[in-house]
């Protein structure tokens, strides 16, 4: 269950489709934040579909709307979803400290003004570092704003931590 | 002109008060790219404020609505800001990317939902890391959200290189 760095910025999954501001705290519930990742991952996302946790699978792909991930800085946030093998995140827009998060925990997120066209089920080719979409349900094409390069490579690495490990072993 | 790292996370200055969506091109536009930092400064946001770069004074706050930074992925346009002495930025909601290049290049922001309650010319007095404006015109006291201790650390290192370089010198 837990998310290997991927080789390709390649990904096929399902959608699951959330709205506006979508807050931290709906991703790794509160109260939970004394146990494991594991066990905040079981919530993740409970309160607004509570299917989820149970039902997702590895690669599927979350889709918010503005200012996903709103609210507290937990890390948590991210982390359930890489522990949750998503592939990657698409959204009109992030919040900033989760944006932060996710990619230093190698977690790819894809900023997308068509977010909005995707419909829950909908099995997406996501190309993080071109920052295109194949929507394979609708037969449609998406244009994102492609993952600049040096975030590629956190993602590559699993991580800012992988990033900082390769790099110093280099140095 | 250099900005220099903070010793305190308190700072007043004169509010500037843009609207949402902001882009990193407006900040940093496109065509003076190839020249110096100092050069793409004297035309940070004139398409928009004509008046802002020759006026701006050290200290100076920058406020926005949702979206602020949007775009490009460019640090210039987090540097331009600390080039020109910007203290902080405040706005409803930031880009992703211009979050993390804000920074990691040590130009502290603040996510505050009543960002537009300030108006152009109101003096604030603005603490990061408690996320208190006061300000001082409306004498009126604005919760921003805190900046996590983490990202405080980055400012007062003056950024993420200066952090790291710092942290290896003491590993």
């Given amino acids: 269950m837990t998310a290997t760095p991927s080789s390709s910025s390649q990904h096929a999954g399902r959608a699951w489709v ?3 501001d979508l807050t931290s705290e709906v991703l790794a519930p509160g109260r939970y934040m004394k146990f494991s990742i594991e066990e905040i991952a079981k919530h993740c996302l409970e309160s607004v579909e509570p299917r989820f946790a149970a039902e997702v ?3 599927d792909v979350v889709v918010g ?3 996903f991930g709103a ?3 937990r890390e948590q946030a991210a982390e359930v979803l ?8 698409v959204a009109r827009s992030f919040a900033g400290l989760f944006y932060r998060n ?7 997120l894809l900023v997308c003004a068509e977010a909005g066209s995707i419909r829950a089920g909908d099995v997406l ?3 993080a570092e071109s920052g295109r979409i194949d929507n394979r349900t609708q ?3 998406i244009a994102c704003e492609p993952v600049p390069a040096h975030l590629m490579a956190l993602i590559r690495d699993g991580g800012l931590l992988g990033h900082l490990e390769k790099r110093l072993k280099k140095a």
Avoid: E, Q, Y
Avoid at 82 to 89: G, P, T
């Fill in 18 to 20: 959330f709205g506006d």
């Fill in 57 to 59: 699978r590895p690669g």
């Fill in 65 to 67: 709307g503005r200012n």
């Fill in 71 to 73: 609210g507290s800085s």
């Fill in 82 to 89: 890489r522990h949750l093998d998503i592939s990657a995140v």
């Fill in 102 to 108: 996710a990619f230093n925990l190698g977690l790819p």
């Fill in 125 to 127: 080719d996501v190309d």
């Fill in 139 to 141: 037969r449609r094409a």
